[in-house]
């Protein structure tokens, strides 16, 4: 899977081999479930269509409410993955002044626990 | 809704359903089950819910913030174009207004480069002007120099001259750059400004006089057309926008040598003004570095005021229309002399 990034939307890929999901960008689309129905749908599919470790990468420069229930989403189905025996390993960065950014990683990595999750700043 | 499109609150939205459902026909182990998964579901919402009001509190606070700062940046940009506003109304007062324009609006290059065109140059100074400020005090003497150099600069001005500079008590201007309506145009632009400088002398003399200034300040003018070098003079730390070359010397000596309240104008000029004034032709100059004798004439008038047709009638059968420009000379010779031998006679009777 690969969506190109708009200036409302982040540049999405997702690959098999290696598997890896990177998300980049900004983030309010005018419709959320139908931007990021695809992504959750192939997420939520990866027990039964993917294997072995998968590696997450997140930068997202802005990010709005609606789009956060989506990631919310996107998480659950990355934990799925993990729950089902997979290795998964998560990088949320943020760039270096943007406390927003940096404070809604660690929020994710308190809801998500049990995910390998690190926040990085970039610079 | 299409049952393939994605919704990210399908899974509530089906809890709620089947809740509606379990409510009204379900048994009560339905009903626990179903309390169960609603506070589980409950809980992650709960969760999500804090978080985003937290995320959106950081967002609405980033919001804030930024709203200050483009306010104070915009009270500083304001403070700053109006310090600059000032400063532009200051230099104004220095500069050329066309040069003033220019700068302002980024289109004009401060490189030292000049360019050679054809300019009409102008000289004014005020006769006997030390000897008159001797005889006025200074306060009196500057008063009625602001006065004159005021109205002067404007009439410069309306015609679209380019001031070069005041030079005590001289002005020296000129035609033709930065902007240009052709030689021809900015020769007939700048004997038209002389003719209107001096017909508003005659009436700031009369204003003078009745302020007490019994000997109130009489201007010479020299106008000259030629190749001029133009542009900015200088070094990088101070450029002057200026003409210099020979022609410019020629307009300054036509002026040192035209009559008191009049204008004298070259060969050149009037080649472009021919039909525009009457003039007056006086003896030639030559000046040191330009090989050639100059022709100079004295503008006498307007030529279409002298041009407007003669007209004469009576009810007791007098009637004469005539345009003296349409004439031959030696038919305009013969009809004087008709008129005035018919003048005679009737004087006569």
Not at chain 2, 273 to 301: F, H, P, Q, W
Request: proline content about 3%.
């Amino acid at each position: 899977m690969q969506i190109e990034a708009t200036d409302r939307t982040p540049a999405i890929t997702l690959t098999h081999n290696p598997l890896k999901l990177v998300m980049a960008g900004e983030s309010f689309p005018e419709d959320v479930s139908a931007f990021y129905g695809e992504v959750i749908t192939a997420i939520n599919q990866l027990a039964t269509t993917a294997s072995g470790k998968l590696e997450v990468e997140m930068a997202f420069i802005y990010i709005n409410s609606s789009s956060i229930k989506a990631m919310y989403r996107i998480f659950e189905g990355i934990d799925a993955y993990r729950q089902a025996g997979h290795e998964v390993q998560v990088l949320w960065r943020a760039e270096e002044d943007d406390d927003i950014m940096q404070e809604l990683g660690e929020d994710f990595k308190d809801r998500f626990q049990a995910l390998n999750f690190t926040v990085a700043q970039h610079g | 809704m299409a049952e393939d499109v994605f919704d990210l609150y399908d899974r509530e939205k089906l809890l709620l359903a089947e809740g509606q459902a379990i409510l009204e026909h379900g048994s009560h182990e339905e009903i626990q089950a179903f309390a169960e998964r609603l506070f589980d579901r409950f809980s992650k919402l709960v969760r999500e819910n804090e978080d985003l009001t937290r995320h959106s509190d950081r967002q609405e606070q980033r919001l804030v913030k930024l709203n200050r700062n483009l306010k104070t940046q915009t009270l500083e940009l304001e403070q700053q174009r109006s310090r600059l506003e000032g400063l532009s109304q200051q230099l104004a007062k220095y500069l050329p207004p066309q040069i003033h324009e220019a700068l302002f609006a980024g289109k004009y290059d401060t490189q030292i480069t000049t360019q050679r065109k054809k300019l009409t140059v102008f000289f004014s100074d005020i006769k006997e002007f030390t000897r008159t400020a001797e005889s006025l005090q200074p306060e009196s003497l500057t008063e009625y120099l602001n006065d004159y150099f005021s109205e002067m600069t404007a009439i410069a001005l309306s015609h679209g001259a380019t001031i070069d500079k005041y030079i005590g008590d001289a002005v020296m201007l000129f035609f033709g750059d930065p902007e240009s309506k052709g030689v021809k145009e900015d020769a007939r632009a700048c004997v038209e400004m002389a003719l209107e400088m001096q017909e508003r002398m005659l009436v700031l003399q009369r204003r003078w006089r009745e302020q007490g200034f019994d000997n109130p300040f009489v201007i010479r003018i020299g106008i000259n057309t030629g190749y001029c070098n133009v542009g900015n003079f200088g070094s990088d730390q101070r450029l002057s926008y200026t003409i210099i070359g020979g022609e410019v010397n020629v307009a300054q000596r036509l002026e040192a040598n035209c009559d008191p309240g009049g204008i004298l104008i070259s060969h050149e000029t009037y080649a472009q003004v021919d039909d525009l004034v009457d003039v007056e032709e006086r003896s030639s100059v030559s000046l040191k570095g330009i090989d050639r004798n100059i022709k100079t004439y004295a503008v006498k008038g307007r030529k279409q005021e002298t041009d407007k047709p003669l007209r004469l009638s009576h009810p007791q059968g007098v009637h004469i229309d005539l345009s003296p420009l349409s004439l031959r000379a030696d038919d305009r010779q013969l009809i004087a002399t008709q008129l005035k031998a018919l003048a005679q006679r009737l004087e006569d009777q």
